[in-house]
């Protein structure tokens, strides 16, 4: 699948845009069966992922604190090997489970949950979603991304120090975000 060029900005390091690669043998045959068994039926068998955000004021069962990271992690995935294959079947999930995940972003722009670890969350759900709009170029993914760094930088710009303060266990897993604006800032040139 080629990868269409939507940086504003271009990163000091990055891999030429005509660069592609067929991985064969053991590791294609790995990488055929995690989507297989794991990528493709992934958004069907575990609706949880993105159906917590749908709950996301009334969570119940208290979810572990990183419960947020889940979709995140799943799209971030799904995306390194959509970069590989090309799989059209992935593809039509990788597409259905964006804009399932986009319909439920907060009215104040959060894609996340309000959890200890909510920034780490929003950190892995934005990144995916750039990854996706990178290879899309899916604007709403963008715009959705823009909104939930929208919120982080008006929640806490003028505070940094309660992204990791002392009094919260593992807090310093809230600073990832920075990753993600700059991966942002990438493509959207805004500060």
């Not at 269409?4 to 690669?21: D, G, Q, Y």
């Not at 929640?155 to 990753?179: C, F, G, M, P, W």
Request: charged share 15%; proline share 6%.
């Amino acid at each position: 699948m080629p990868e269409p060029s939507h940086r504003k900005i271009n990163p000091a390091l990055a891999a030429p845009p005509e660069l592609r690669l067929t991985i064969n043998g053991w590791i294609g045959n790995r990488i055929g069966a995690n989507e297989s068994n794991w990528l493709i039926p992934a958004p069907a068998t575990n609706p949880g992922m993105i159906e917590m955000f749908n709950q996301r004021l009334n969570l119940r069962d208290n979810p572990v604190p990183w419960a947020g990271e889940f979709a995140g992690k799943y799209l971030i995935s799904a995306m390194q090997s959509l970069r590989l294959t090309s799989n059209p079947a992935l593809n039509l999930v990788v597409s259905q489970f964006v804009s399932q995940l986009i319909a439920t972003q907060g009215t104040d722009g959060s894609l996340g949950l309000p959890l200890q670890w909510d920034l780490w969350g929003q950190y892995h759900v934005i990144l995916g979603l750039l990854r996706w709009y990178e290879q899309t170029g899916d604007n709403n993914a963008l715009a959705a991304c823009e909104r939930a760094a929208d919120l982080a930088c008006a929640r806490y710009l003028n505070r940094v120090s309660a992204i990791a303060t002392d009094d919260l266990a593992d807090a310093e897993k809230n600073q990832a975000i920075a990753h993600a604006l700059t991966v942002l800032y990438e493509f959207t040139g805004q500060a």
